[in-house]
């Protein structure tokens, strides 16, 4: 019966998954990718079940745990552009204030945005703009106490934020043609993933 | 009166944009940022009013028109990851069509996730993923007939699509220490904006 | 490129739709599938282009029609919950009122329910519960002015709908095993289907 | 007072069904109605008050359990229908994979989709699509761990998935007058419902 | 048949409401009650239909109208988090920012936070927040160009904007027995309410 | 570091927040606001941090406890329109039970409608009208199993409550030049607000 095999299937990838994240090394540090497991690709891909289809992962038996996850990412625009976000942000910050509740939405929204990915309960959501030259860097902190990782919160928290910059500064990065030749969006990354017992607490 | 205000700037800024869709070179040629107006930031921020505050632009006068928006990114991922795709699409799909839907989602909830958005008719979607050596690079074409451009929708459909394959192989991405070294999301632009009155239909 | 395909596909399907729709029968009586057409499977599967690749359908060339759709089914209750209803009817009507409510708005929110649906501009939205021995019958009726079709909609707000009875009658219909031996939801389908040009207006 | 009646009104309800679902008997086994409730009509509709109004149901008193109910339900589709499905399985398997997704996403927005029901965790969702002759059976298992029932959020995931496919086919299920003569969703149903205490894990 | 009913049903009600709404006067000026209509209430409830039950108003025959509503609202805080409002106006705006754009948002949702409201769409949306002594009175504009009025979207504009703003203030607010004796929001109203033929356009 | 910040800052918020609700006096008696602090204002905007950045509370390390929270408000409405809503509450209750609907729906939304709110398990929802002489009065009890008050939920409910009937009755209210002279939401304002330890359960 499917949901046999769907429970039979996940202690393997579960415990796999344990081992990934409850191993020593949980800071920011990053090892070349030589940890990868180069094996089995059914076993790598748990949202789809042996039959290929599909599938949340199933995470009742998890033990709830306190999580981290900080995500960063930035977005290119004319030394103009961040002349007038910087004079805005001095002034109101409305520009950023935008992205930022864009941004702490798009984490709340997650469990909708991503198709397989389950409600959690978000504790904390923490977003820092760095403005620099001709790019802004945002990175989104998010804390969970739950079954599951936040990465993919934190993620389209940065990528969403991002987006609302580039909607509100739309005018400005536009060349006479209508076109966007120097906006873009680059290095998008996770950059730390923590695991916490709950009974560790800070 | 604000409204008064609102109306009253608003001409200045659209017949601005207006000038710079309309222009004769609406293909995806990318000229160097020469033609960006270093000028007046309060002008080129048209999401903050007079006062500095947030606002949607006014659409109210504009005509409705047939736009078109193409933008696209990439996920870097390690060729196992690669190869569980590529495997998977040979059998099923399911990653990629999962991003797909996800992608549509997301082109469909812009004027929700972006918050100073409209929402506009979209009436089509094209996602297309190219699954190449060690990356992903995924194209979104959204198409509208309405008062104001589809860049936002595309922009979304593509960080989301992105993300959604993200979520689909954290298994195999994740090193031992649970960390992500070598995934990464970039080069998310636009690659062309697109303009016809009504009449003038292909 | 695929979105020229995508344009090159979509004018075969939609005059095929067009046929299909503007014929002269568009009233509710039911051919036999013999005007099914048996051919070619992929010209029929819309939602899948050239590829096998899941799509929304293109409905940028088509025209603003007004369209009308009318759904139908029935809960399969006990009598004793039947009589529930009926005396909740008299009284206050709560019941159906909140179906009532539960269906209006699975219509307006179809295009986010069913992945490929387009948004339409809903003018009308009609629900009728007729309570029956042992069975609720309802019938949504939805019209529209746009460039698709409305039988997703009114199919969406008859199976919410009834779920929403459901829903209220959980404590009624179960069993002493907490079972619902007797509650079935049947005979969903689509009444009627019409397509009025907007000049043609009643 | 309001709150303090609906307090003293839950015990009663909850006990029942406490009773109700703590039997012996938590098969799939069908007994006849017999042992549904013939009594007081009120005590039945608990989402309405005793001033007939209607109401969320209070779980505040009630314990995490682990929960779990499987739903069931087919749609009958042409066996052209059929046969382009199948060889989309086996190429791509897109028409399923988008009911698959869209059946996840109604069990996670059930709590908004069905006016008075809660929000809760879910841990597992699992859709499993039987493609017969002239029909498509979709049994969509959930399991959550908390103070309430999931078998709203399994008939969500049923009645949407089959909508989905409907969606996905309406042109191959069209006849020339486009209608919808042989297409129907038909036996929806609950096949079982079952509660464990959270300590009592598998 | 019902949909009949509602279709010979809405003439009496439009015109009556086209009566009301190209009135001469539709200024801001507030006549006394006089002129409302003390008689039948089943046809005054609109979204009541004959036989009592809720619906939706068929706006399928109405011509697409310039349509603009103002409503107002006003909160009451103390001189400390007024204070703490205007400090952070000066600096940052954040609090004001927030509330502005929650604002837009809840006119944007107002289709689905008003069970019987139709999506419109919307074009303009101005929020203007005047802070006094004691009190921060917000305004909404809000513009569409659509069959039905957009009152409902500036009256959730306004009480939306005005819990964010309580939202944000929260701490500032609370006593020490973490209550909220002087907080209210009131004078929640409808200043003006326009509505122009899209050919006489401004 | 930004989360250090957050962290160092949120015990400060918090332990002020917990004298604030663990105050003896829980009641709904309502004493002068002496006790409000008149201090620095940068400690009592809890969702702006040091730099003035919009921000949610961190409640990470917030135990679960019971809270509970009431909210009401009153609409303004002609006589004449009170009469209708009484008809029809005697005959079928669909004005108030949409805006009953409205209003719990609204409660579940909170957390989406209200930027920097938290998403909180809600386990009751109570909702009375009290329909009088010229108004009608709607109090909202919201009951919750969180790490943080539902105050904003109950308001909510109350302002979108209101705003349902304000719908319902808008063709009765509008006077002959469309305009609403008489309609008016007033009084909204949080009538309690509990705490208990989850220990210390009723």
Redesign the interface.
């Known amino acids: 019966m ?2 046999e095999e ?2 039979d299937g996940e202690p393997r ?1 579960q415990s ?2 344990e ?8 800071s ?1 540090t ?9 094996g089995d ?8 079940d042996e039959t ?10 998890k033990p709830d745990s ?1 999580r981290r996850a900080v995500a960063r ?1 930035e977005i290119h625009l ?1 030394s ?2 961040i ?2 976000i910087r ?2 942000e001095v ?8 992205a ?3 941004a ?3 984490v ?2 997650t ?9 959690i ?8 703009f760095d403005v620099r030259e001709e790019r802004v860097v945002l ?1 989104v ?1 998010v ?1 969970t ?1 739950g ?1 599951t990782g936040c ?2 919160e934190a ?2 928290g940065v ?2 934020g ?3 910059v ?25 950059v ?2 923590e ?1 916490r017992a709950v009974e560790g ?2």
Chains 1, 2, 3, 4, 5, 6 share one sequence.
């Open positions: 499917t949901t769907t429970i990838e796999g998954e081992t990934g994240e409850s191993g020593d090394d949980e920011a990053r090892p070349d990718g030589g940890g990868r497991d180069e690709h059914d076993a790598e891909l748990t949202h789809v290929g289809d599909v599938q949340m992962v199933d995470v009742g038996s306190k990412g004319s103009s552009t002349g007038a004079d805005d002034e109101k910050g409305d520009v950023l204030a935008t930022r509740i864009g702490v939405q798009a709340k929204h469990w909708e945005t991503i198709p397989m990915c389950h409600q309960p978000i504790t904390n959501v923490d977003t820092d990175t902190t804390e106490t079954k990465e993919m993620l389209e990528t969403t991002l987006n609302v580039w909607d509100m500064v739309k005018a400005a990065e536009k060349d006479d043609a209508g076109q966007y030749p120097g906006t873009r969006i680059d290095g998008v990354e996770v730390t993933k695991k607490s800070d």
